[in-house]
């Protein structure tokens, strides 16, 4: 299970919850390209044994400059 939330300077945060399976990391990959801004952040709390599996399925998104922050 993750919890996130994606940051922007302008908009209200966006909060989602889901399991860590292909499908639900996939919306929460659209949920956050729909959002990239000037500076995107996604905050996601998940298991320290999932965080690996997040750092994989956002490294593409990384690239669009949004900001993974992976709390305990």
């Known amino acids: ?3 996130a939330t994606i940051h922007q300077d ?3 945060a ?3 919850s889901g399991a ?3 499908y639900d990391l996939q919306l ?3 949920h956050v390209l729909a959002s990239v801004g000037s500076r995107t952040r996604v905050s996601v709390r998940v298991a ?3 965080r690996a599996e997040f750092q994989r399925a956002f490294a593409r ?3 669009r400059g949004v900001t993974l922050v992976l709390e305990p």
């Open 1 to 3: 299970m993750f919890h």
């Open 14 to 16: 966006i909060r989602l």
């Open 61 to 63: 998104v990384a690239r």
């Open 10 to 12: 302008e908009r209200e």
């Open 20 to 22: 860590c399976t292909p």
């Open 48 to 50: 320290p044994d999932l």
């Open 28 to 30: 929460l990959r659209e």
